[in-house]
């Protein structure tokens, strides 16, 4: 994607405050005094057979993008890749959980757009409100900040079990699931409380790809602590056969400023590459606001693990310790 936006002029109206200088999450524009939009789009193929799932996880993963800046979902619109032939009663499921998933998230769905493609597509382009002065981006990290994960890795994993294996474990697919259907509005809330530095989410990039991002808009180094990082159960012992597309892409892209040090399995650092579906928030916080950050997020379902920290060091770079 650098390559592509290599050529691009880069807007220069005052009004942006967050564009794709930094890879951010989401886009935020000044519409005036006191008041931002940010705005987001992003699209889902099916890594589960039902369709109502399917749209709860696609819309979490496109309204994780505004939670993840900060901001406060308003309205939704559903784009739609759909096979024409298909039955659209899979179609009316798909839009049903996603609309459920926009209505827990206080926000509405305002319409949408549809075309013809031979592989269903689906997901969201987000507006929000966010208050100018209280933006998180993932370029503000601060040296000594711990790092908290909301969410466990392993969607790929997940993924590739649905497509290839004839009946996933249904401890890993209730697990998976639930974690891909769950909101980060929770996560976004208490970050917000806590005086977070920096936050990005866990999507296509995958953890490392994504911190590399923080890192390099920081100017920071950061440290994963490999056996701190929560997983989906049995995706760990399921990933040495069963790697992720994006593994390879991501890591392709990222591997040069990611650094292992020490015993870090090779399914684990599989795990680390390969893209997530609707993941978590990754949130750098100082230490002293980690317990706060748990005790308002743990009681209500939402997971808050310390992951590692924010570091001196070359910036932009990311090692891995055992």
């Not at 976004?188 to 490392?208: F, K, N, P």
Request: aromatic share 4%; net charge negative; charged share 20%.
């Amino acid at each position: 994607m650098a390559q592509a936006l290599e050529g691009l002029e880069r807007p220069d109206d005052p009004r942006l405050l967050v564009g794709i200088s930094t890879a951010d999450d989401a886009g935020v524009f000044l519409l005036e005094e006191g008041l931002a939009l940010v705005q987001t789009v992003d699209l889902l193929t099916p890594m589960v057979e039902d369709p109502y799932t399917f749209g709860r996880i696609a819309a979490a993963n496109s309204l994780s993008d505004v939670y993840a800046m900060g901001g406060t979902p308003l309205t939704a619109l559903n784009v739609v890749g759909f096979p024409a032939p298909m039955d659209k009663r899979v179609l009316g499921e798909i839009l049903r959980g996603g609309q459920d998933a926009v209505t827990e998230a206080g926000a509405v769905v305002a319409g949408g757009h549809t075309f013809n493609e031979k592989e269903i597509k689906y997901g969201l382009s987000v507006t929000g409100r966010i208050d100018p002065k209280r933006i998180i981006t993932n370029a503000a990290a601060r040296v000594g900040d711990a790092l908290v994960l909301t969410k466990p890795l392993g969607c790929g994993v997940f993924a590739q079990a649905t497509m290839t294996q004839d009946e996933v474990d249904p401890e890993l697919y209730e697990a998976a699931t639930a974690s891909m259907m769950q909101l980060n509005r929770v996560a976004s809330e208490a970050m917000l409380a806590c005086d977070a530095s920096a936050a990005t989410d866990i999507t296509g990039y995958g953890l490392l790809g994504h911190t590399q991002e923080m890192a390099e808009g920081s100017g920071v180094r950061v440290r994963f602590h490999a056996r701190a990082i929560p997983f989906l159960p049995k995706v760990v012992e399921m990933a040495a056969g069963l790697q992720d597309p994006g593994t390879t892409m991501n890591e392709s892209s990222f591997a040069s400023r990611v650094e292992w040090r020490g015993d870090v399995p090779a399914p684990v650092r599989g795990i680390l590459w390969e893209s997530q579906s609707s993941g978590g928030l990754l949130v750098a916080l100082r230490p002293e606001r980690v317990r706060d950050f748990q005790k308002r997020v743990q009681p209500r379902g939402v997971l808050a693990a310390v992951v590692g920290e924010v570091t001196a060091g070359e910036p932009g770079t990311v090692e891995v310790v055992p």
